[in-house]
Nanobody, 123 residues
Framework: QVQLVESGGALAQPGGSLRLSCAASGSIFRINAMGWYRQAPEKQRELVAIITNGGSTNYASSVKGRFTISRDNAKNTVYLQMNSLKPEDTAVYYC?????????????????WGRGTQVTVSS
């Protein structure tokens, strides 16, 4: 079993910054990719940013230049630095990870989500 725990969600003012963290734990053999998604009220969940084990990144066009995703492979942790926040960034932010769990000799795919952390941008 692999679990994800997010932290860092809060109330921020427009133009402000927040940093989200997501730590993976459990029987992890390898994490291939970790990412952040968000879901605003009455909207579908959307990709915010994703980072691969090799460090390649991809961002939603709405956050490019404002958000930065990074990861600490040794800690199985991914971060999302959010700058120049806008009211439209208000949403529940979910962490996602996919990879292989188990041992070197016996492992299988995993694809897991965190419970989410609320980000509210308002004056």
């Amino acid at each position: 079993q692999v679990q994800l725990v997010e932290s860092g969600g809060a109330l921020a003012q427009p133009g402000g910054s927040l940093r989200l963290s997501c730590a993976a734990s459990g029987s992890i053999f390898r994490i291939n990719a970790m990412g952040w998604y968000r879901q605003a009220p009455e909207k579908q969940r959307e990709l915010v940013a994703i980072i691969t084990n090799g460090g390649s990144t991809n961002y939603a066009s709405s956050v490019k230049g404002r958000f930065t995703i990074s990861r600490d492979n040794a800690k199985n942790t991914v971060y999302l630095q959010m700058n120049s926040l806008k009211p439209e960034d208000t949403a529940v932010y979910y962490c996602h990870a996919q990879g292989r769990s188990g041992t070197y000799f016996t492992n299988r795919n995993f694809d897991v989500w965190g419970r989410g952390t609320q980000v509210t941008v308002s004056s």
